[in-house]
Each structure stands twice: as structure tokens, then as C-alpha cells.
């Protein structure tokens, strides 16, 4: 049964110019992102893949390691994309966003039986009247391989945002088999080690957040905290108004604006089981903004379904002992939303941790 509040779209509750947000979207004020007091900005890693790509840039390497173990996200310059295919996918998100609610709904996030899928327009899942609301609309869209795609989810108007999208992501998934192979020598491991464990045809699930202006942004999330369900993550943030954080040794912390031409990176929790947590997925979250709205792309590659996330045994020793027990890709995936909609982590959610498990056997 879909909840009511699933039709309710933010970009129509922003519209009313209402004075604060309902109360569906009003956190504890424990809870809320900012309470006044600005995040810290930090120096924050960039790398640039094609020196990467060089076997001998030790510089670049190093660079790369600091970013994983310190923060789990990084921006990329060097990637290959042109700034113009980069505007155009943006602009071309932001021209859907902006057509008659009519029009949009012609590729609601439902199935024909209209329960809630995640794919299409629409909001993220609802499943309870307690549930606090977060301030974004998103366009969800399975991309790669082609397979895949739904045509009634994908939008005809505007007519270029097809095009621009299977052009982005193939440059995409360029970026994210580079920083895959580069994150694999980063552990002293082979370069197609954690490839070939992604396979051919990884999955790519396209996510167009639209984050309209909020009356009172110190109340909402724009997105609530989360890990992503990937082994790599590419997005492109909006390049004029920011919002991204990430909880970086136990407080939050701005992720700057990107420059127009840069894209940003983070590892997922599909990664950290089958590093043993060497890499870990930094939970992030977007606050909401009074003075603009934001749009961002994210493209989350994970590993063909039929495969099992499980620590590589090159991980595992009588020092690091194997931290996550089996799981199936499509069922990880799967438990994702469930995770989502609850607040948690897919890792916690779905008891992947040996020591949650052992934890409970002593219990009993």
C-alpha cells in the first residue's frame, strides 16, 4: 500500500511560499543539520586521473590514499568529460524539474500495480506517518547495461536529456573502472583486482536530486545522512550552490563547490565489504539552502547481481580476520531501500557484520 504521502512532491510544497516547512519535514532539533553554527571547510583532496593512470606518478598515488583513508570521497579533474557534456546533462536535469507537474508524473516512481519502485520521478520511499520527509524530489533512472532501462521512466522532454544522460554515464563508467583499478593498488593488489569482481556489465543507476529553496533550511534535511549503495559512486554537484556534508572524525564537514569541470567520487558500501573495510563509505548528507535551488547527478556503479559481496580472502589474515559475512549483490541491493527509508546503513540494516552476528549468538 503506498502511503499518502508519497504523491506529495517538495517542489510543490516550496511553491506555496510558505513561511517554514510542514511538520513532516521538520527534524527534532536534535537532529537538525546546522542548529546555527557553520560546518567546517577543510582542505579538501582532489585528484586528477589521468596523471593516475601513469604507473610512475607516486604523487598522484599518494594523494589517492590519503583521500580514501581520510575521507572516502574526493573530487576528479582529468577525467575526459568535456565541461560542455557536464553543463548540458545538468541543464537538461534542471529543464525536466521545471516542466508541469503533469508532465513529470508521466514517469512516477510506481509500478503498474502503483506500489512504490525506486525507479521514475518522484520522492523516496514512505513507509510510516513518523517518518520526517526529506526537502528534495528525485528522477531515478537504471541506466547501464541498456538493457536495463525502463522506456516509461525515461523522460522524452526535454528531448536531449537521453542523449546527455548515455553519454555521461559512459563517460562514467570510465572514471569509475580508473578509480577502481587505482583503489586497487592503492591496497597493493593487482589493478583489475576489484574489477573483476564488479564484472563486465556492472549495473549504473542514474539519481537526479532536485533541491528546491527552503523557508527555514536549518530545520530539514535536504537528504538525510547515508551511505551509498555502490562500490563507486560519480557525481556531479550543482556548481553555485553547495549543501553536501560529510561526517569526517565525528563532526560534519562542508564539501566545497566544485569547480564547473570537476567531478566527485566516493567509495560505497558495496566497496567496503569487499575491502574488509580497508575502504570505508563515508556517511553524507545535504542540507537544504534558503537562497537557490540545487540539482546534482549521481551515477552509482555496483557489481552484476548474480555476484557475491564478500572480503577478498587477499584482505583477510590473523591480523584483519573477514569483518562482513557473504551476501548476494542483488539482495545487498535490495535491503538498500528498506535501509534508506529507515536511516541505517544496508551493512547494519542487513546484519553483515560477523560481530552483529556474533553479538546476537551470545545474546541467545
Given amino acids: 500500500m503506498v502511503h499518502q504521502a508519497q504523491g506529495q512532491m517538495v517542489q510543490e510544497v516550496a511553491a506555496g511560499s510558505l513561511p517554514a516547512p510542514p511538520s513532516r519535514y521538520v527534524l527534532r532539533e536534535e537532529d537538525r543539520p546546522t542548529g546555527g553554527v557553520a560546518a567546517p571547510v577543510l582542505a579538501f583532496p582532489t585528484v586528477d586521473l589521468q596523471r593516475l593512470a601513469e604507473p610512475g606518478d607516486v604523487e598522484e598515488a599518494a594523494k589517492l590514499r590519503s583521500a580514501l583513508e581520510s575521507w572516502g570521497l574526493f573530487a576528479v579533474t582529468g577525467h575526459g568529460m568535456p565541461e560542455s557534456l557536464l553543463a548540458g546533462v545538468r541543464d537538461a536535469g534542471l529543464e525536466f524539474f521545471h516542466l508541469p507537474p503533469e508532465e513529470k508524473l508521466r514517469h512516477a516512481n510506481r509500478t503498474d500495480d502503483g506500489e512504490f519502485q525506486p525507479e521514475g520521478y518522484g520522492i523516496d520511499r514512505v513507509d510510516t506517518d513518523e517518518q520526517v520527509l526529506d526537502w528534495c524530489d528525485r528522477l531515478y533512472l537504471a541506466v547501464q547495461p541498456e538493457e536495463r532501462r525502463q522506456a516509461r521512466f525515461w523522460p522524452a522532454r526535454p528531448p536531449s536529456l537521453a542523449g546527455l544522460l548515455n553519454e555521461y554515464a559512459q563517460g562514467s563508467e570510465r572514471v569509475a573502472r580508473r578509480v577502481l583499478a587505482a583503489m586497487a593498488a592503492a591496497l ?89 573495510a580497508a575502504l570505508r563509505a563515508p556517511t553524507h548528507r545535504v542540507v537544504a539552502s534558503a537562497g537557490g535551488e540545487r540539482m546534482t547527478l549521481a551515477l552509482f556503479f555496483q ?62
Avoid at 212 to 218: D, H
Fill in 303 to 364: 557489481p552484476e547481481p548474480h555476484r557475491d559481496l564478500v572480503p577478498a580472502e587477499e584482505l583477510v589474515g590473523e591480523g584483519r580476520p573477514a569483518r562482513y559475512k557473504k551476501l548476494g549483490a542483488k539482495a545487498f541491493g535490495d535491503g538498500f531501500w528498506d535501509a534508506f527509508a529507515r536511516g541505517e546503513r544496508t551493512i547494519d540494516f542487513l546484519k553483515v557484520k560477523i560481530e552483529q552476528e556474533q553479538q546476537e549468538l551470545t545474546a541467545a
Fill in 188 to 276: 597493493g593488489l593487482g589493478e583489475d583486482f576489484f574489477l573483476r569482481r564488479v564484472g563486465d556489465k556492472p549495473p549504473a543507476d542514474a539519481r537526479f536530486t532536485y533541491y528546491p529553496p527552503c523557508p527555514r533550511p536549518e530545520l530539514v534535511h535536504g537528504l538525510k545522512p547515508h551511505t551509498d549503495n555502490s562500490v563507486v559512486t560519480v557525481l556531479l554537484l550543482d556548481p553555485d550552490v553547495g549543501g553536501l556534508q560529510v561526517l569526517k572524525d565525528g563532526r560534519w564537514v562542508d564539501v566545497p563547490v566544485p569547480g564547473r569541470g570537476e567531478l566527485l567520487v566516493v567509495v560505497g558500501e558495496e566497496m567496503e565489504i569487499l575491502s574488509n
